[in-house]
């Protein structure tokens, strides 16, 4: 997952980019509504622990079968 951005003549807008695009908002929407005075650092952020809890989902599990047992399907 990457961050993004596009920047026009009024405000920039931050976004996730994979093969899903995520928008977050605008800048000064950013500002407004979370808080933050600098609304590109809050989206990398948004974008780290997205990344994080992306790889949590992907957590592998060990599964040991016994030839001894029968499923029931």
Known sequence: MRFGWTKNKNSATYRTVK???????????????????????WAKVQVRLMNDAEKDDD????IELCADTDLIL
């Open 19 to 41: 093969p899903v695009h995520k928008t977050f908002c605008s800048d000064r929407f950013i500002c407004e509504i979370y808080g933050v005075t600098d609304p590109k650092a």
């Open 59 to 62: 957590a592998t599990f060990l």
